[in-house]
């Protein structure tokens, strides 16, 4: 596939996409890296645009210099204050059952906000942020929260190479896993997709006991 098919491809995937504005969103492609330039109403947004992308087949690699401004925003320009957003950064994390909010605290400057603290499980810490993606006026968001699990008692490899072996968008064959520290995943091989890529860095997170993921995986026919 040339960079113009694949521009297309990915053109009608953002078109797709109910969740986003697809005429907002600029695609350039050299060499199988997208380019997505344009404007976005929020963070979840631009986060839909990247998980487009990452689903179509040949994307190599992204960079994403989309900018958050809401139209509401530049019409009226009445933008929350940071106290404001702090507010409601505390209030949605609280109304998150997958969060425990009580481990985490939020700073707000500038309209970035910054997660710290600390969770037992990586989901946990995914939750959070996304939370705080949905919220209106967020420019940006730092994600310091600490994953702190539970002790594991079984074997942390084994336990993941059984999950990449029972998921079908995995190829098991091509990865090798390695666990250090003893609480620090390796992932090793090669991956036929970024979205390939993402299941196997899940499926490693999923293991208790997991501290921190080291993702060394590349992309099938990509150079060293």
């Not at 309209?111 to 499980?121: A, E, I, N, Q, R």
């Not at 594991?152 to 990449?164: P, V």
């Not at 072996?165 to 970024?194: C, E, F, H, M």
Request: hydrophobic share 40%; net charge negative; aromatic share 2%.
């Amino acid at each position: 596939m040339n960079d113009r098919e694949l521009q297309e491809d990915i053109v009608a995937e953002l078109d797709f996409d109910p969740t986003l504005n697809a005429n907002k969103i600029g695609v350039a492609v050299n060499g199988g890296v997208v380019t997505l330039t344009g404007r976005v109403r929020s963070l979840a947004e631009k986060s839909a645009a990247e998980n487009a992308v990452r689903r179509v087949d040949g994307v190599r690699a992204i960079v994403e210099e989309i900018d958050v401004s809401s139209d509401d925003d530049d019409v009226r320009g009445d933008r929350l204050t940071d106290e404001e957003l702090a507010h409601r950064a505390i209030n949605i994390l609280q109304w998150d059952n997958s969060v425990p909010n009580e481990r985490i605290e939020v700073t707000v400057r500038s309209g970035t906000v910054t997660l710290s603290g600390d969770v037992p499980w990586q989901f946990q810490r995914t939750a959070a942020e996304d939370a705080i993606r949905r919220l209106s006026g967020v420019t940006g968001v730092l994600n310091n929260i600490l994953i702190r699990p539970r002790i594991q008692t079984g074997n942390i490899q084994k336990i993941i190479e059984e999950a990449l072996r029972r998921n079908s968008k995995i190829n098991q064959k091509a990865i090798r896993v390695s666990v250090r520290d003893p609480a620090t995943v390796v992932l090793d091989g090669t991956v036929r997709s970024l979205d390939e890529k993402k299941a196997v860095e899940d499926a490693a997170w999923c293991a208790l006991g997991v501290e921190a993921v080291e993702d060394r995986l590349t992309l099938s026919g990509a150079s060293p």
